[in-house]
């Protein structure tokens, strides 16, 4: 176990979780609508250097897939130009899929992996425990599991 704290650890984990991975490599990103999106943008912004392309898809649909692309003076953004998940490389399971008011069944989840067979890594990126809350760290397999705390405070 590896911990690190606040916002640059979690995107530091996530960077050493792609070490082996390949710069060019495709990563799709599978979450939430509006929960997750903003994580999958600053993933992909930690990894910007690596002239990754990146996709998202919500809820484990896969003919709802878009591309993430870079749009200078706002980061990465979802597009609405389609993307194809099967070109996948790496998979990163957001964790507000596994919140069952925001997310899908983990059947779903695993049934779009199954179709994306070059994959080589699957990631789990969530918070407060949510992949085992429900269980999925068992039902998937996992690569790696990144799950982070917040707290917050009004001063």
Request: proline share 5%; aromatic share 10%.
């Amino acid at each position: 176990m590896v911990k690190a704290e606040g916002i640059s650890g979690l995107t530091k984990l996530f960077r050493e979780a792609l070490v082996d991975v390949d710069d060019a490599s495709t990563i799709l990103f599978v979450g939430s609508e509006a929960v997750c999106p903003p994580f999958a943008q600053l993933l992909a912004y930690a990894v910007r250097d690596h002239n990754m392309r990146f996709g998202f898809c919500p809820r484990a649909e896969w003919e709802n897939s878009r591309t993430m692309r870079w749009v200078a003076g706002a980061g990465f953004q979802i597009s609405k130009d389609p993307f194809e998940p099967g070109e996948a490389d790496v998979i990163v399971i957001l964790g507000g899929l596994a919140i069952p008011k925001f997310g899908c069944p983990v059947e779903d989840v695993k049934a779009l992996i199954s179709q994306i067979p070059k994959h080589r890594l699957v990631l789990a990126v969530g918070f407060m425990d949510a992949f085992r809350k429900a269980g999925w760290d068992t039902s998937l397999h996992l690569d790696v599991l990144i799950d982070g705390y917040m707290s917050a405070e009004v001063l």
